[in-house]
């Protein structure tokens, strides 16, 4: 990939939060980027808005190709549009399981199948996806979500093995608690009468919690900007906390069993 005049970047998810410090922050290290969201965004001088819903794929077929017209290339594509959720599984509403995978996977997916003809013509091109390390820990009252994170780190290990040989590269990066307003976006059920109370209102605050305490944006942005001129990428990069970065390793190492009650003791779930 020629860097000379800069990349030309494609972020989706850029109306605030990770999307917008990731789309600012390559702006601002001279790249030509595309932030793109549903709702139009406050102005940046770094980057150009440009419209976009990821369960649209006519219309998500339409921005690349106007970027790629405009541009000659897209060199990286960055698939972080997403929602949140909190809910038990038993009681987690169809039309807001639908909507939660339809976003953080099928976004992901749509974006991928629309940009990779151009990049296998080039043989040449990275895609990142931003995951969660709720993509790797399947978090309790975060089933839902968890699993549209899983489902993004299987395509993503499957996926660098078959663009391999044309030179395309991909990674997830599996952000921690980030302070971001995903609250205000988030499809939760979380009903007062529900048999798992109080513990689901328990772990929401714990979550929120997190959440208020989390990382600046800016760390995932930082972690983005290093990767897309990376000359190899690794398959995975977690951007959190050292007590975030250690669970993600005990998982790899304790027993099953163990990392269980850890994982149940801390968000005081009984059993």
């Known amino acids: 990939m020629n860097n000379s005049d800069g990349f030309v970047v494609l972020v989706t998810g850029a109306s605030g939060g990770m999307g917008y ?11 030509r980027v595309y932030g793109t969201s549903r709702k139009r965004q406050s102005k940046s001088p770094n980057f150009t808005w440009v419209e976009l819903d990821v369960t649209d794929r006519q219309q998500i077929e339409k921005v690349v190709r106007d970027i790629i017209e405009k541009e000659g290339k897209l060199d990286i594509l960055i698939n972080n549009a997403g929602i949140g959720m909190i809910s ?13 995978m339809d976003t953080n996977f099928g976004g992901v997916l749509r974006l991928i199948q629309a940009v990779l003809p151009h990049m296998r013509e080039r043989k040449s091109g990275k895609i990142i996806n931003i995951s969660s ?14 699993a549209s994170k899983f489902a993004v780190e299987g395509l993503t290990e499957a996926l660098r093995a078959e663009v391999n040989k044309f030179d395309i590269q991909a990674c997830t990066v599996q952000p921690g608690s980030i302070r971001t307003d995903i609250k205000a ?3 939760s ?19 929120d919690t997190e959440i208020g305490e989390g990382m600046e944006a800016n760390y995932v942005a930082e972690m983005v900007g290093r990767l897309v ?3 190899k990428l690794q398959s995975k990069y977690v951007v959190a906390k050292p007590f975030q970065k250690l669970g993600t390793s005990l998982k790899r190492y304790l027993p ?11 968000y005081q779930l009984k059993g």
């Open 189 to 207: 059920y979380v009903p007062a009468s529900s048999d798992y109370q109080p513990e689901i209102s328990v772990a929401e605050k714990i979550i």
């Open 229 to 231: 001129y990376k000359k």
């Open 256 to 266: 099953t069993t163990v990392f269980e009650r850890m994982l149940m003791n801390r």
């Open 88 to 100: 038990s599984l038993e009681e987690a509403p169809e039309t807001s399981i639908n909507q939660v």
């Open 21 to 31: 410090s990731i789309s600012h922050h390559l702006g601002a290290q001279g790249h």
């Open 133 to 146: 390390i709720a993509g790797l820990i399947g978090l309790p009252y975060r089933s839902i979500y968890s």
């Open 185 to 187: 976006s988030r499809v």
